[in-house]
C-alpha cells in the first residue's frame, strides 16, 4: 500500500496572508509541517500542493517536493486530487492520498500513521481522526467540530454544534455524563475515491454547517475514525505564533 502525504499550501488567507511562509523560529511553517512529515513511517512521498510561486520558491529552496496547482479550488480536495492525477499523468500512482493541514508547524507522525493504519482493513474508503473532548469551552466553540460515531468507529455525522444532545441533564453537566469527541481535520483517501468526491457538488448539510465531510457522507461515504490522544496545534493567526513561541 503506497501513500502519498500531500500538504496543501495557499498563500492568501483573509485572516493571515502568507502564512506558510511565516517564521516559527526562524523555520517557514510549511518547512516545519513537511519536515514532521518525513518522519511519519507509513508514508512513501510527501509533497506540497501550492497555487502560489512564492511557496514554490521556499520549498524548492528547503529540499522539499512541491507541485504548483491550479488556483481556482474550492478546497484541498480538489488540490489533493490535483496532484494524485498529476503523479499519474507522470507514471506514478497511489493507493492513500493523505491531505495534511500545512498550518499545524508541529503535527506528529504518529497522527499521520494513525490515519493511515485506517486502512488496513480493505472496505475503508475515507479514514480521519478524533479525539475526546475534555472542556465544555470546547464542547460549545461551534469552530470545534464534533463526531458521533457507530461502534465499528465509522462515522455517523458531524457537526458544530454539541451532538449528541443530552436531554434532561444541564449543559454545564454533559461531560460526566457522556464522551463527547472532536474531529481533527487530517484527512486520508483511496485514490480513486478522491477522484470522485473531489467533483461531487455541495449538499445541503455541508452548507448548512459548511463541514465538507457532510458532502460525502450525504453521497454515501462512510468515513472511519481513530481515536487520538494527540493535541493538534493549528495557526489561524499571527497572533498564534506568538503565544506558540512564547
Same mark, same amino acid.
Given at each position: 500500500?503506497k501513500?502519498?502525504g ?6 492568501a488567507s483573509?485572516r493571515f496572508p ?5 517564521l516559527i523560529?526562524g523555520k517557514p ?5 513537511? =519536515?514532521?512529515c $518525513?518522519?511519519a ?7 506540497v500542493?501550492t497555487?502560489?510561486e512564492r ?6 529552496e528547503?529540499g !522539499? ?5 491550479s ?5 484541498g480536495t480538489e488540490? *489533493?486530487n #490535483?496532484v494524485v =492525477?498529476k503523479?499519474?499523468d507522470?507514471?506514478?500512482s497511489?493507493?492513500?492520498a493523505?491531505n495534511i493541514?500545512?498550518?499545524e508547524p508541529y /503535527?506528529?507522525p504518529?497522527?499521520?500513521? $494513525?490515519?493511515?493504519? *485506517?486502512f488496513?482493513?480493505?472496505?475503508v474508503? @475515507? !479514514?480521519?481522526?478524533?479525539k475526546?473532548?475534555?472542556?465544555g469551552? =470546547?464542547l ?8 458521533i460515531t ?8 458531524f457537526?458544530r454544534q454539541? /451532538?449528541?444532545?443530552?436531554?434532561g /441533564?444541564?449543559?454545564?453537566k454533559?461531560?460526566?455524563h457522556?464522551d463527547?469527541?472532536?474531529?481533527? !481535520?487530517?484527512?486520508a483517501?483511496r485514490? %480513486?475515491?478522491l477522484?470522485?468526491i473531489?467533483?461531487l457538488?455541495?449538499?445541503? $448539510? #455541508?452548507?448548512? #454547517?459548511?463541514? #465538507?465531510?457532510?458532502?460525502?457522507? %450525504?453521497? !454515501? ?8 490522544? @494527540? ?7 499571527p =497572533?498564534? @505564533?506568538i503565544k $506558540?513561541t512564547e
Open positions: 500500500m501513500a502519498l500531500i500538504i496543501p499550501a495557499r498563500y483573509t502568507g502564512k506558510p511562509l511565516a523560529n511553517m510549511i518547512q516545519r509541517v513537511y =519536515e514532521q $518525513l518522519k513511517k507509513s508514508l512513501n512521498a510527501v509533497t500542493a497555487d502560489d511557496i514554490e520558491k521556499v520549498v524548492k528547503f !522539499g517536493n512541491v507541485m504548483l496547482t488556483a481556482h479550488h474550492n478546497s488540490r *489533493c #490535483e =492525477e503523479f499519474i507522470s507514471g506514478e497511489f493507493d492513500i493523505i493541514q500545512g498550518d /503535527i506528529e504518529a497522527q499521520i500513521d $494513525l490515519v493511515v493504519s *485506517c488496513n482493513d480493505e472496505t474508503k @475515507i !479514514g480521519t481522526l478524533i475526546k473532548i475534555k472542556t469551552k =470546547e460549545f466553540n461551534p469552530n470545534v467540530v464534533k463526531v457507530r461502534n465499528d468507529g465509522t462515522a455517523l455525522s457537526s454539541a /451532538i449528541p444532545f443530552i436531554r /441533564i444541564e449543559k454545564t454533559w461531560l460526566k457522556h463527547f469527541f472532536k474531529h481533527i !481535520g487530517i484527512y483517501y485514490t %480513486e475515491v477522484n470522485t473531489a467533483y457538488n455541495a449538499t445541503p $448539510l #455541508e452548507k448548512a #454547517e459548511l463541514l #465538507e465531510q457532510l458532502r460525502w457522507m %450525504e453521497n !454515501g461515504y462512510e468515513i472511519m475514525t481513530k481515536k487520538t490522544d @494527540i493535541e493538534s496545534i493549528s495557526i489561524d493567526t =497572533e498564534d @505564533i $506558540l
